[in-house]
């Protein structure tokens, strides 16, 4: 049974980077059936979609996070990662990795990030 | 960008109930539509693809329906655990993949 796992500090200073992993176990990112994405969502808020990575590298990003998002798979530790630039108190949310072979199918269960000094 | 407009934002029904949650896009999208329920503490859970599409395990009393601007999930016979928030999302013509704005589903 697929499971997706996301790691990284629960805390980010403003203006340094946010860095996550996510861990995925049975089954594989170096598969051509699926993209693989993150979701992040604001306390109380909804659903807003970072980007996404495919198993070659390629990755796309949301128009409004571009400028500061990088996300990019590992293929032999079957884990992508996301990393966010230039955080400010905005980008506290909950970070959600999931599978994508067209909607989001599996989801890990989160990890809070809170940007405070 | 294609605009994901859903509707309502909250929504109070009984167990037994019958209730209709609906999405609609600014341009047409085929049938590229897919619903999510999310309970609190949880990550949301797919429960319908392609419009109409029910995921495994999800039950008979979930369905999806809609083409091209609009689109609805409706839950047939509310059961306590069917009380949660609900989001369309837009998968076709990525990126951005969107997200409706949620419905909330209370018990009245």
């Known amino acids: 049974q697929l499971q997706l796992q996301e790691s990284g500090p629960g805390l980010v200073k403003p203006s340094e980077t946010l860095s996550l992993t996510c861990n995925v176990s049975g089954g594989s990112v170096n598969s051509k059936s699926y993209y693989w994405g993150w979701i992040r969502q604001t306390p109380g808020k909804g659903l807003e979609w970072i980007g996404s990575?495919?198993?070659?590298?390629?990755?796309y990003y949301s128009p409004s996070l571009q400028s500061r998002v990088t996300i990019s798979v590992d293929t032999s530790k079957n884990q992508f990662f996301l990393t966010l630039d230039s955080v400010t108190a905005a980008d506290t949310a909950v970070y959600y990795c999931a599978r994508q072979p067209n909607a989001l199918d599996s989801w890990g269960q989160g990890t809070l990030v809170t940007v405070s000094s | 960008a294609i605009q994901l407009t859903q509707s309502p934002s909250s929504l109070s029904a009984s167990v037994g109930d019958r209730v209709t949650i609906t999405c609609r896009t600014s341009q047409g999208v085929s049938s590229a539509l897919a619903w999510y329920q999310q309970k609190p503490g949880e990550p949301p859970k797919l429960l319908i693809s392609y419009s109409s599409r029910l995921e495994g395990g999800v039950p008979s009393r979930f369905s999806g329906s809609g083409s091209g601007t609009d689109f609805t999930l409706t839950i047939s016979g509310l059961q306590p655990e069917d009380f949660a928030t609900y989001y369309c999302?837009?998968?076709?013509?990525?990126?951005?993949?969107?997200f409706g704005q949620g419905t909330r589903l209370e018990i009245k």
């Open positions: 999302q837009l998968f076709n013509n990525y990126p951005p993949i969107t």
């Open positions: 990575v495919y198993y070659s590298g390629s990755a």
